[in-house]
């Protein structure tokens, strides 16, 4: 069983669309994430929710838009895509106050606009 | 604020050698301080951690790390590396060890010669 699963794995599409991420957790994790890779490798967090609350908010444009309809899931939208919007979108979750430091990621989507 | 550098952007070792990948990081209290490790397609697994206590600490697939505070360093260690140890890897400092304050580094790629 994937423990932080993602979908779509890979996604092209044509700037201007708008497109969706979707993560799902089964390890009763309280806290998940949304981390963004760029081509550099360079991991940087995007958003963080505690039982559907948003939590972390960096600074990330209006475009981008969170969704956590359960303490499971944390979905992510983006509207009117550019082309630096391409990277690697990782989701990640940790354990209740993410305490321990440790995160627990998905395999990650890889977003390429043309 | 927090910051990690790894100054080795690309490391080649041969099968059996020894590794160090480099880790310096800046953070104005005690820090906490991680190991993450990235295959390739795939998303970041925790190798160790240092929160308090012991300098050394060993971490899971045979790798160790020493807190040297005077350097304000994490250096990961492996006596022995394995072609399974094609990576990316990636420091990371957290505050309180948290996991909603990670700051990450921006990675070492590990390549292991027959």
């Known amino acids: 069983d994937t423990a932080v699963s993602q979908t779509p794995k890979y996604l092209v599409t044509q700037m201007g669309n708008d497109k969706s991420i979707k993560c799902e957790q089964n390890?009763?994790?309280?806290?998940m994430y949304w981390y963004k890779q760029d081509s550099k490798k360079f991991l940087k967090i995007m958003f963080s929710y505690n039982n559907k609350e948003l939590i972390i908010n960096e600074t990330v444009p209006n475009r981008f838009s969170p969704k956590s309809p359960d303490k499971a899931h944390l979905n992510l939208h983006i509207n009117s895509l550019e082309l630096g919007d391409s990277a690697v979108y990782f989701c990640?979750?940790?354990?209740?106050?993410?305490?321990?430091?440790?995160?627990?990621f998905g395999e990650g989507s890889r977003l390429t606009v043309l | 604020a927090q910051s990690v550098t790894q100054p080795d952007i690309h490391i080649t070792v041969s099968e059996g050698a020894s590794l160090e990948l480099r880790c310096n990081y800046s953070y104005g209290a005690t820090p906490y301080l991680f190991w993450y490790v990235q295959s390739p397609g795939q998303g970041l697994q925790l190798l160790l951690k240092?929160?308090?206590?012991?300098?050394l600490v060993q971490g899971i697939k045979g790798f160790e790390a020493e807190f040297k505070r005077s350097q304000s360093s994490f250096n990961l260690r492996k006596p022995s590396v394995h072609w399974s140890d094609a990576a990316e890897y990636f420091c990371?400092?957290?505050?309180?060890?948290?996991?909603?304050?990670?700051?990450f580094g921006s990675g070492t790629q590990l390549t292991v010669l027959p």
């Open positions: 990371a400092v957290g505050r309180s060890g948290s996991a909603r304050q990670l700051t």
């Open positions: 240092y929160f308090s206590g012991d300098t």
């Open positions: 990640a979750s940790s354990y209740p106050g993410g305490n321990t430091g440790e995160l627990f």
């Open positions: 390890l009763g994790h309280d806290t």
